[in-house]
């Protein structure tokens, strides 16, 4: 009995010192060994490794990329503009030596963070206009401001990955009046499109009814030119069919001139002895 209860001890015993002793690193972790406060050593590899007991300590941080989300804060552009910006950041400790005496903590990283984006934000929006800012230059701004926080964060072992803009509001006091400039700018160009519309249809049309009239004089020629054909055709036909009867032709001329010129609110006086009644006269 009393081996038994030696064995459990010294089992226990066994298992306190080597807690005591030996720790684990794992693949998304990074352990600064310190003995006594002083750093003695930075363990990346994973797996199992020993230290002093209640003499070193260890001290442990992520290898993981880590999220910066910071709360909107008003940013001036070029043009005077206030924006309100909701930004993040992409970020992880590289040097966890360096972390630990710079900063120690996450909550300070962060802390750090914030003051250092800002800071870069701030500087590199107040050298664009809010127009490059919210579409036009975004990406390239934000890159700049990626690169320059990196530079800025190198000094406490923290390598800063990415910046964006997560969301770029106006105060809720300029909204209304860059949404009015923005209808009056659309108005404007809507009219100036509508008035493009109207003088590229006058045009058209007086190009339409220039064409017309052409169609229409061509049209005209022709026809006249097809009718005086005709007619000189019938007169020639009538030429043959009266060269052999002169006096039937002079009759049916008479009587068409009768046909035209008299009618009953005609009066014409002249004399029955004149040519143009002889067909009138008995024999």
Do not use: C
């Not at 990329?65 to 930004?87: E, G, H, M, Q, V």
């Amino acid at each position: 009995m009393r081996t038994a209860i030696g064995i459990v001890i010294a089992l226990v015993v066994t298992l306190f010192a080597a807690n005591l002793m030996l720790f684990t690193v794992s693949e998304v972790e990074q352990v600064v060994v310190t003995q006594f406060g002083k750093p003695k050593r930075v363990i990346t590899a994973a797996g199992l490794h020993f230290k002093m007991p209640f003499i070193e300590k260890t001290t442990v941080f992520d290898r993981r990329l880590l999220d910066y989300d910071s709360a909107a804060d008003p940013i001036f552009t070029k043009d005077k503009k206030i924006l309100l910006l909701d930004n993040y950041a992409r970020w992880r400790i590289v040097d966890p030596l360096l972390f630990m005496q710079a900063l120690r903590t996450e909550d300070e990283a962060l802390a750090r963070l914030d003051d250092i984006i800002y800071s870069e934000l701030r500087k590199e929006l107040g050298q664009h206009e809010l127009t490059e800012v919210v579409s036009e230059n975004r990406e390239a701004i934000m890159d700049t401001v990626a690169n320059r926080s990196a530079a800025a964060a190198v000094v406490y072992g923290i390598e800063i990955v990415d910046v964006r803009v997560k969301r770029a509001d106006l105060p809720p006091e300029n909204e209304a009046a860059v949404y009015n400039r923005m209808r009056a700018e659309r108005a404007r160009e809507a009219k100036a499109y509508r008035s493009q519309g109207e003088e590229q249809a006058l045009k058209i049309r007086a190009e339409t009814d220039l064409e017309s009239a052409s169609i229409r004089a061509a049209a005209y020629e022709t026809a006249q030119g097809t009718r005086g054909k005709g007619d000189a055709e019938a007169l020639s036909i009538y030429a043959a069919a009266y060269r052999n009867a002169e006096e039937f032709y002079e009759f049916t001329r008479t009587l068409e001139a009768y046909e035209t010129s008299l009618d009953e609110k005609t009066i014409l006086v002249q004399p029955a002895s004149t040519d143009f009644f002889r067909f009138l006269k008995g024999r």
